[in-house]
């Protein structure tokens, strides 16, 4: 049981380039998330989802997307990556009343 | 809109020491609460969660909070700091509540981090 993985841990982009975040569980939670983590400033909501095909925009979605097609994959794209897209981004699965985060994947565009 | 504010970006302590690291949300609901803990490099780890039921929560590693409403306060404390403690500590508000719409949706504070000095 893994729990929530995330790959990769780390990747340096080119400001234009396009990547995929990959996020999986494997507890058959409906609920899932992605949030962005950046020094200062907590952890903020991109993305979230209640169940697979339903998605929706959280706190600070602008330059993100995301898919739901099965309840164990949830994966963020970043379409056309920016210096301020440089962030540590978490993954979490759960209930209403509780999280479990991935080890999170640590990026920078430059 | 909810909201949660740490008061204190570090806290520093001897080891031994009582630690006490602050939280006061702003919610329109009964706030669901929660402190995770996040050690160097890795993910959140949940510590303790109130939702509703007693005000004085136990978690994991021998903390503790208690929800006060009148204060809109949800403190973590724990009697006795222990080296391993050192870490960064998130209190987040939940928009999950009683009888309502909800998602799970988290909004966290900006975090304090907690050292242990010897």
């Known amino acids: 049981n893994a729990g929530v993985t995330q790959t990769p841990k780390f990747r340096i982009l080119k400001i234009g380039q396009s990547m995929t975040l990959q996020c999986a569980q494997d507890?058959?939670?409906?609920?899932m998330y992605w949030y962005r983590q950046d020094p200062g400033m907590g952890l903020k909501l991109i993305y979230y989802s209640v169940g697979a095909g339903i998605t929706d925009k959280g706190e600070v979605p602008n330059g993100y997307n995301v898919s739901r097609s099965t309840t164990e994959d949830f994966p963020l794209r970043l379409e056309l990556a920016a210096p301020s897209q440089t962030s540590v981004y978490f993954c979490?699965?759960?209930?209403?009343?509780?999280?479990?985060f991935g080890p999170g994947t640590r990026l920078t565009v430059t | 809109a909810q909201s949660v504010t740490q008061l204190g970006s570090h806290v520093s302590v001897s080891e031994g020491a009582l630690v006490l690291l602050r939280c006061n949300y702003s919610?329109?609901?009964?706030?669901?609460l929660f402190w995770y803990v996040q050690y160097p490099n890795q993910g959140l780890q949940l510590l303790l969660k109130y939702t509703s039921a007693a005000t004085l929560v136990k978690g994991i590693n021998g903390f503790e909070a208690e929800f006060k409403k009148s204060e809109t306060s949800f403190h973590l404390t724990k009697p006795s700091a222990h080296m391993s403690d050192a870490a960064e500590y998130f209190c987040a508000v939940s928009d999950a509540s009683i009888g309502g719409t909800s998602y799970g949706k988290l909004t966290f504070g900006q975090g304090t981090i907690l050292t242990v000095h010897p």
């Open positions: 979490a699965a759960g209930t209403l009343y509780e999280q479990y």
């Open positions: 507890m058959n939670h409906n609920y």
């Open positions: 919610s329109s609901v009964p706030p669901y």
